[in-house]
């Protein structure tokens, strides 16, 4: 039979960055093109505890149907937990759901309808890129600067698509760029967005992982117009591979969000959940993010040493205060695909920005950088080589 | 912010089961409303030994994100597994998705456009009809028979319906009627899809829990055109909090619906992908599930030898060769509503089919009893009650 695919679907394209992982997997390659959080701070000896424990004294509960909403006492806990940034829970509630990306999934399900327009970061996290194009949104995409979105940009963005849904963003150490959304971006973006009746989709996969600088309150402390939803993530401090975030949202789209996850895969697994509830009340969670804090703090700073003894200054990178990634950006806005190439002929993998464009037919001066996987000798011999081509590169340009 | 809802998820209403399911946890009700496996079937000591070797083994492969795919010897067993069923690898492929409900969630967005017409057996699985609901499909049942829809039915709704794009059945003890598609109106029915290039999605959460009659081939074990999406469940086998099944479907499919999971939820939870594996490889996995059938034998057959000693014997009820649920019809098409609030007033929880129709405004008959929760004694007592409910309404109505 021959399909016919949904518009929806037959629009997203295959990701370069799962191309390029295929090359990552060659054992010669140095890769800082992934973006998975470094495997020194899972949590080994505890999950296995916990599992161990809960199995014993409640195993019908952990293994039989759960409800859509999460398991009540982690809700609880993480409203408890967020409370104390700032979020106000009168006028919000919380759902535990399957990692930050379904929160968008979600978000995207209860709101977009095909041929809305939804304003994003640009470059912006390219696994919610796809979400919206697979409920057929408009992608319209605002330029980044280091520290958040060009504003004039946004504003015009605004002024010219009326029908404009929601905004996505990564305030803190942003992906791929590695920025932080300043204070002052932060309040402005939020009056815009308020006073175009606009959305804001907050992700904030990476924020538990400030190693730098002074944090931030999320934009939902502040979110007096009930407009902001905010996505949080257990897979950077307990592990991916649990499956498990957390969306925050008003209060009355609890029935329709709550039915999007109903329809969707029911609920999320439940033994994971009491996982991340009994570590999080019962262990040294802060304890255990300070360590984890320490591992990428060590981690980019090794990288931006390198960096700065081995790039060609005219090479400029962002210097993340927290998250995995850095972005390096060619001079002269030139596309950086050739040199990435090049780099990959080298034996060092990074992503091109334009994987990241809300238009993938764009041009992207940057280039992403992982610091969290790599080996601290990875780096040093990568950067090594990145740095003599950056050197080539400019040579080459005169 | 007044939040404008998508189209797709206004249309779709909070279930009726779940309004129900609150009258469910008054310990003085007798619960036949649930769906749940029983736990007395979960393997938790083998659950927790795979889980403390595979952490001590494997710690990272089961904690860092994984392949969207699913879990490789996992995907690659179930292959095998079900190649002994009579399915082609030649020409399929298969993912590990969140359940069963996923893989309904992601066929839907990969091949259902806003308008396309979705059929369905009428009652069906109110899960997978809110998926199709939550995609703006347009529903339209066909009428169930005892072993399966009526042909006829199925034959004039392809007629009118040029634009279906699915047909959505569960041949194995279907939910709610608890019957069974039998062999001839299986070919029948994908002969008529196959004229009229509808795809059939295949659901067979049930299927592995077949306690009496003779197993019949999945219509995927004939799919000689390529049309059948095949949907299993590990939560019926294994735990309902896995959150975990498979997706059979035609290769060529394997791009969009890979992407479709990417951006829903990146990967399913691989620790428990590879207790599933281990399990089914390294333990007596016929045996645990002989176990189980054992336990949905009894309950059942000690259901319908209550039922039919005590209902008036004009009210018509299936009887299961597996699954979890018997459905009741009242004599003359009569809505059952009334009747179901009756027993509720006298302490005995049913689902009214109208619950389970395409059309959430149309009357039905019928109502649904599970009996895996119950106890035997439960049992007993509530079928003495709804018995007694059948000769008071039978005589009210001479």
Chains 1, 2 share one sequence.
Do not use: W
Request: include cysteine; charge should be negative.
């Amino acid at each position: 039979m021959d399909f016919t695919l949904s518009r929806r679907i037959s629009g997203v394209q295959g990701s370069i960055i799962r191309e390029l992982f295929k090359l990552g997997v060659d054992p010669n390659m140095i890769s800082f093109g992934g973006g998975n959080p470094s495997a020194e701070t899972f949590p080994v000896a505890e999950i296995a505890e916990i599992i161990d424990r809960v199995l014993k004294d409640n195993p019908i509960s952990v293994l039989q149907y759960g409800l859509s909403e999460g398991y009540p006492p982690l809700r609880e806990y993480m409203k408890q937990y967020l409370a104390k940034k700032g979020i106000d829970f009168e006028k919000n509630d919380l759902l535990i759901l399957s990692g930050a990306q379904q929160c968008c999934d979600l978000v995207t399900k209860a709101l977009v309808n095909e041929g809305d327009v939804v304003l994003t970061e640009d470059p912006a996290f390219i696994g919610c890129l796809n979400t919206f194009r697979t409920y057929g949104a408009k992608l319209v995409g605002v330029p980044m600067e280091d520290d958040g979105m060009d504003l004039a940009a946004l504003e015009a963005a605004l002024e010219a698509n009326p029908n404009a849904k929601l905004l996505y963003m990564i305030p803190n150490f942003q992906n791929p760029t590695g920025g932080t959304t300043s204070s002052e971006k932060r309040a402005k973006i939020y009056a815009l967005c308020a006073a175009h009746g606009v959305a804001i989709y907050e992700d904030d996969p990476y924020g538990e992982i400030r190693f730098s600088g002074t944090p931030l309150p999320p934009i939902k402390a502040g979110d007096s117009e009930g407009i902001v939803f905010y996505a949080g993530s257990f897979s950077k401090v307990m592990a991916p591979a649990f499956r498990l975030g957390y969306l925050v949202f008003p209060k009355e789209l609890l029935q329709p969000i709550t039915v999007g996850k109903q329809s969707t895969d029911v609920h999320s697994n439940t033994l994971l959940q009491h996982v991340c509830y009994e570590y999080m009340t019962g262990y040294d969670f802060e304890g255990h993010l300070e360590k984890a804090r320490a591992v990428y703090r060590k981690k980019c700073a090794h990288m931006l040493a390198e960096m700065d003894a081995k790039f060609h200054p005219d090479i400029h990178f962002t210097r993340p205060e927290g998250g995995l990634f850095i972005m390096a950006y060619l001079p002269g806005g030139k596309d950086a695909q050739p040199f990435v190439r090049k780099g990959i002929e080298k034996g060092v993998l990074t992503v091109p920005g334009v994987a990241f464009m809300a238009d993938t037919n764009g041009v992207s001066s940057g280039f992403r950088l992982n610091y969290s996987m790599p080996s601290d000798e990875q780096i040093t011999r990568g950067i090594d080589i990145l740095g003599a081509l950056t050197h080539d590169y400019l040579a080459e340009k005169r």
